[in-house]
């Protein structure tokens, strides 16, 4: 009876012991998803200034690490750019990266809206994205995308200021020379600043939108 009683409390103890690791689990998911407030490295504070000194209106965020090679270090919440005369509103757009925000910036301005007023004969007032920041794969491979860190933005249309809206998804095989020059033109401004950038010719995937990415590796179609 004694030894039955004593395999019942080494059973209990067992279980107990068992049940310890199943309970922690969630308090470890929990902290792969907490928030870490750091000041910004000096390489940051540099790119801030510099995004600030281009009237570029934004927010900078606090770091955050999801885990699984998904985090946002280092980016800003842009609300507004500026063009030569007035303020581009943003669509659409998540937390990206300051090296990435500063291209945009200079894209925007002397890509985008010089390429409206000048082909289009009228400026830019919105650039319309499908987002930034994703935790996701590089479509059909294994590898994280520069989504996955807010290093790449995907742009998928335009407002001019007569009222004209022009998008990747139907407009990039318009018959117009205009629309085709502009196409063009801000494709080349866009090869220029950044390291990576896929347009609909790139495939299918990227039939509505532009993919505009940080990369040190060079590669524009
Ligand atoms: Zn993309």
Sequence with gaps: MRGILILGL??????????????????????ARSTAVITPNPA??????????KSAAFT?????????????VGTVKLAALKSD????????????TCPLAESLAGWARY??????????????VRIETMGSYSCRNIAGSPRRSAHATGNAIDVSGFVLADG????????WADQSPQVQRFFEAIRQSACKRFGTVLTPAYNAAHHDHLHLEMSSRAFCK
Excluded: K, M
């Design 10 to 31: 080494l059973a209990g103890l067992l279980s107990a012991c068992q049940a310890i690791p199943s309970a922690q689990a969630p308090q470890r998911s929990s902290v």
């Design 44 to 53: 940051v504070r540099a790119c801030l200034a510099d995004l600030g000194a």
């Design 60 to 72: 900078p965020l606090p770091d955050q690490y999801y885990g699984a090679g998904c985090s946002t």
């Design 85 to 96: 005369r007035a303020e581009l509103a943003l669509a659409g757009l998540g937390p990206v």
């Design 111 to 124: 890509g985008v809206d010089r390429a409206a007023q000048q082909i289009l004969g009228s400026p830019l």
């Design 164 to 171: 004209r809206h022009i998008t990747i998804a139907g407009n």
